[in-house]
Nanobody, 113 residues
């Protein structure tokens, strides 16, 4: 059963922008939602997180460039990615936390000229 569905990935040029979306289907009220990414040959890493109250946190590598947000229902989380760099290329995963972790299927983001 799919609880988190991601969209918005694709190919973008360096310096460009991309907006990822993650929609919850069955579980509507996570305690926290996060974006993670995994590049080829690298470990999966936390990119950004947003709490139920709206507090946010970011990896140092994306601070000032990425923005995590949610809609009014708190069932959809977004990741606005600006000033993209080739090193941002990775599969991006949405993660919901409610007692345990729920993962989205992942969406590919490729930053290349």
């Amino acid at each position: 059963q799919v609880d988190l569905v991601e969209s918005g990935g694709g190919l973008v040029q360096p310096g460009g922008s991309l907006r990822l979306s993650c929609a919850a289907s069955r579980i509507w009220w996570f305690d926290k939602m996060e974006w993670h990414r995994q590049a080829p040959g690298k470990q999966r890493e936390l990119v950004a997180g947003i709490s139920r109250r709206g507090s946010t946190n970011y990896a140092d590598s994306v601070k000032g460039r990425f923005i995590i947000s949610r809609d009014n229902t708190k069932t959809t989380v977004y990741l606005q990615m600006n000033s993209l760099k080739p090193e941002d290329t990775a599969v991006y995963y949405c993660k919901g936390l409610l007692g345990r972790a729920y993962w989205g299927q992942g969406t590919q983001v490729t930053v290349s000229s």
